[in-house]
């Protein structure tokens, strides 16, 4: 499977500390994607990196990407209690469907007010 | 506003009556998938079509069918539902171009129970 898998599967901190979620694939990509999903919504974009990118920021996010390991982590700083919610990476597996998109089973985010 | 629609949100029906779950994107997108959400089972694709008349399976396209017949519209049939459909269920569209999948919308989800 080109499923990506997501780590820690639940993430548990009070506000205002960082949030470090881990994603692992298996196979060679074009880009990496995170998204978050509020309980039961649907899945909202957050930020794609490519594959000849190693660091990108937007906001109180910042993503690296590691193609020689195949992972990628996704940093929130400074958290509050609305962004709890589930994150999940997703890859495009370079040589597969054009658009197609691969999702691990999400890190479940809470973060206690 | 760029979006995606499915409709109905929620959905109680019986074993092996045919339901249709529509789905529409206002984006022009090419590429266009349904999902289905499991707990412990993430997002898995039942079926993608990457334009007019092109379809194809996803990883679990048993007990569904799809049409693209309109670039904005991909309906999701399930022509007998049975209990193990019962799930959480997104339509999502993308771009698709030569420099790999695009950011990806989705629809707020269809909460389907067969009973």
């Known amino acids: 499977s080109q499923q990506g898998e997501e780590d820690p599967q639940a993430l548990s901190i009070q506000e205002g500390e960082n949030a470090t979620m881990n994603c692992s694939y298996k196979?060679?990509?074009?880009?990496l994607q995170w998204y978050r999903q509020n309980s039961g919504r649907g899945l909202v974009h957050l930020i794609l990196?490519?594959?000849?990118?190693r660091e990108k920021h937007s906001g109180r996010l910042r993503v690296t990407l590691d193609t020689s390991k195949k992972s990628s982590s996704l940093l929130i700083t400074a958290s509050r209690a609305a962004d709890t919610a589930s994150y999940f990476c997703?890859?495009?597996?370079?040589?597969?469907?054009?658009?197609?998109?691969?999702f691990g089973r999400g890190t479940q985010l809470t973060v206690w007010p | 506003e760029a979006q995606v629609t499915q409709n109905p949100r929620y959905l109680i029906t019986v074993t092996g009556k045919k339901l249709t779950v529509t789905c529409s994107q206002n984006?022009?997108?090419?590429?266009m998938s349904w999902y289905r959400q499991d707990p412990g089972l993430g997002l898995r694709q039942i079926y993608y079509?990457?334009?007019?008349?092109?379809?194809d399976k996803g990883d679990v396209p048993e007990g569904y069918k799809v049409s693209r017949k309109e670039k904005r519209n991909f309906p999701l049939i399930l022509e007998s539902p049975s209990p193990n459909q019962t799930s959480l269920y997104f339509c999502?569209?993308?771009?698709?171009?030569?420099?790999?999948?695009?950011?990806?919308?989705f629809g707020q989800g269809t909460r389907l129970t067969v009973v």
């Open positions: 984006m022009n997108h090419e590429y």
């Open positions: 999502a569209s993308s771009l698709s171009d030569t420099g790999g999948a695009d950011e990806a919308f």
């Open positions: 196979t060679s990509i074009n880009n």
């Open positions: 079509s990457m334009n007019v008349e092109v379809t």
């Open positions: 990196i490519r594959s000849n990118e």
């Open positions: 997703a890859t495009d597996g370079r040589g597969s469907t054009l658009g197609r998109l691969y």
